[in-house]
T-cell receptor, first 111, second 114 residues
C-alpha cells in the first residue's frame, strides 16, 4: 500500500506559466513533508519542505501548500523555466529520519 | 565539499555473482541512508545508520542484502547472490542526523544483473 501517491506521472507546462505538482498521503500522523528534484543520472536534491504546523512555505519561485484535512500536498513553481524540467518527488517523514517517497512526476517545461 | 560519493557508477554482472556498492558520506554527517529506485516501487529506503550503527533495516528486501558501516566515512551495500530483479539504481544519502535534517544524495549506482 502506497503511503505517498503522486498520481500524475508526467506534466507539461509552457515556459513562464505556473507548474502545479500534486501529492496525496494516507497517514494523518505524518508531520513533515518535502519535495526533491531529480535530474537524469543524478541523485535527488532537496527543494523545499513544510512542517504540519504550517499550510504554506515559500522559497523564491517555489511554494509548497499543505492541506492537512485533505492529506494533500502541492508544489507550485512560478514562473516555470526550462531548467525546472526534472522529476519531482514528494516525500514524508515516516518516523525518526525515514523518508517515504512518492513515485515522482516528470515535469517538462516547453519553451 | 565533494558531496556524497558512490562507486561504481555503473555495474553489470551476471546472476549469482556478488555485488558490492560503496558510499562515502559527506564529512561530518552522522546519518547514512541506502535507497533503491525501480520503476515498479519507486524510491524506497533499504537501511539507515546513525553514528555507524544500523537503526532501521526493515526495507532490506531479503537476506541476500547486507550493509555495513565500519567507520564514519565509508559504507557498503552487498548483494550475494545477485538476481535479475535486483537491477535498479541504488542511492546513498547522508545527513547531519537530526529529525528534519536534509538528506543529501549521491549520484547513484546503476546495477544491471543479467
Amino acid at each position: 500500500d502506497q503511503q505517498v501517491k503522486q498520481n500524475s506521472p508526467s506534466l507539461s507546462v509552457q515556459e513562464g506559466r505556473i507548474s502545479i505538482l500534486n501529492c496525496d498521503y494516507t497517514n494523518s500522523m505524518f508531520d513533515y513533508f518535502l519535495w526533491y528534484k531529480k535530474y537524469p543520472a543524478e541523485g535527488p536534491t532537496f527543494l523545499i519542505s513544510i512542517s504540519s504546523i504550517k499550510d504554506k512555505n515559500e522559497d523564491g519561485r517555489f511554494t509548497v501548500f499543505l492541506n492537512k484535512s485533505a492529506k494533500h500536498l502541492s508544489l507550485h513553481i512560478v514562473p516555470s523555466q526550462p531548467g525546472d524540467s526534472a522529476v519531482y518527488f514528494c516525500a514524508v517523514n515516516g518516523g525518526a529520519q525515514k523518508l517515504v517517497f512518492g513515485q515522482g512526476t516528470r515535469l517538462t517545461i516547453n519553451p | 565539499d565533494a558531496g556524497v560519493i558512490q562507486s561504481p557508477r555503473h555495474e553489470v554482472t551476471e546472476m549469482g555473482q556478488e555485488v558490492t556498492l560503496r558510499c562515502k558520506p559527506i564529512s561530518g554527517h552522522n546519518s547514512l541512508f541506502w535507497y533503491r529506485q525501480t520503476m515498479m516501487r519507486g524510491l524506497e529506503l533499504l537501511i539507515y545508520f546513525n553514528n555507524n550503527v544500523p537503526i532501521d533495516d526493515s526495507g532490506m528486501p531479503e537476506d541476500r542484502f547486507s550493509a555495513k558501516m565500519p567507520n564514519a566515512s565509508f559504507s557498503t551495500l552487498k548483494i550475494q547472490p545477485s538476481e535479475p530483479r535486483d537491477s535498479a539504481v541504488y542511492f546513498c544519502a547522508s545527513s547531519l542526523g537530526s529529525f528534519q535534517e536534509t538528506q543529501y544524495f549521491g549520484p547513484g549506482t546503476r546495477l544491471l544483473v543479467l
